[in-house]
């Protein structure tokens, strides 16, 4: 018996919480005059570190817990290209004792729907063990304010 998903379809900006602005770089874009299919998940990354950095949570030179990519995924719609500013929207889907599901939207500025949209799971650990460590206070605090009832 064979099973089907839903085709996954853009999304609109309200469906996230947060939102970066990436400006693509010159780099960015392959022979096609795209931005190349791996460099979303460099944006994933950017939106999702800035955040953390900016709300608090993360210190990546001296805090003991950074996160490990442990899955990612992605699905493309439009194209993004250079010049042209993305805006990176994030929420949290779910929350473990040390692991976060991000999803993210990139969005071609003033484009109601998603370009591409994904997801990004860390895992939090020890800088110097490399061992999973529970989420701390301030960790949660952030990842709230990432919350969207309807993305859980």
Known sequence: ?????????????DAYAHYVDIPTRWMDNDVYGHVNNVVYYSY?????NRYLIDAGALDIHRGQVIG???ETQCNYFSG??????VQAGLRVAHVGRSS???????????????A??????HVYVDRE??????LPQVWLDALAALRVPSSV
Do not use: K
């Not at 018996?1 to 900006?13: D, L, V, W, Y």
């Not at 993004?80 to 500013?85: D, G, K, R, V």
């Not at 591409?116 to 799971?121: D, L, N, S, T």
């Open 100 to 114: 976060v599901r991000y999803e993210v939207g990139l969005f071609s500025e003033g484009q109601e729907l998603s």
């Open 116 to 121: 591409a949209r994904g997801h990004f799971v």
């Open 68 to 70: 490990l990519v442990i």
């Open 129 to 134: 063990t490399r061992r999973p460590v529970e």
């Open 44 to 48: 994933f990354d950017t939106a999702v």
């Open 80 to 85: 993004l290209e250079f010049p042209q500013l």
């Open 1 to 13: 018996m064979s099973q089907t998903t839903a085709r996954p379809s853009p999304e609109p900006r």
